[in-house]
Each structure stands twice: as C-alpha cells, then as structure tokens.
C-alpha cells in the first residue's frame, strides 16, 4: 500500500462517489447563467457609476477653472482701484491715509 492509497486520497473517493447525473448538469449550468447575468448586471451599473464619475470630476474642474478665473479678475479689479485711487491721491499733493 503507497501512501496515495488512503481514504484521503481524492483519486479512491472518486471511485465511491456517484457519477453526475444530468440534472445536476442542468442546475449547474443554470446557476452559472445566473451568475453571468448578475456579473453583466453589476458590469454595467459599474460602467454607469464611472461614467457619471468622470461627468462629475469635469464639471467639477469647469467650475474650478471659472472661479479661478473670477477670482483673478476680481483681484485685478482690486488692484487696478487701488492703483487709481493712490495715482488720484498723488496728483492732488495729498497722500492716502494710513501711509
């Protein structure tokens, strides 16, 4: 007697086992065609979510870039008056206060 012999051995409990009928061949093959069909399933809402992802992510750099660019022209606005009102100071003899 080897050692592959024993009860442990896969190769002398396929001996005992009953072979596969072909209603277990129907059931197996029906519950693979459902998890296919839950795998497409879960395969689009997956692709859906991406898509809806990217959508966001643009429109959220769109709406950075525009209030970057606000931002900077309202901070030009600003120092454009401030380089008015200290030019006005300056041609009157008098200087802003505070300086």
């Keep these: 007697m080897t050692m592959n012999d024993g009860p442990d051995n896969p ?3 396929a001996d005992e086992e009953e072979p596969p009928s072909a209603g277990n061949y129907e059931v197996l093959d ?10 497409d399933h879960i395969e689009q809402k997956n692709d859906d979510l991406f898509a809806k992802l990217q ?5 959220n750099k769109e709406t950075r870039v525009e209030m970057q660019s606000l931002t900077s022209e309202s901070g030009d606005q600003d ?11 300056d041609t009157d003899g008098h200087k802003p206060a505070g300086q």
């Excluded at 029906?30 to 795998?39: G, M, V």
């Design 30 to 39: 029906s519950t693979l065609d459902q998890l296919d069909s839950l795998l």
């Design 79 to 89: 120092t454009s008056d401030t380089t008015d009102k200290d030019s006005r100071d």
């Design 11 to 13: 190769a002398s409990r």
């Design 55 to 59: 959508d966001l992510l643009e429109s």
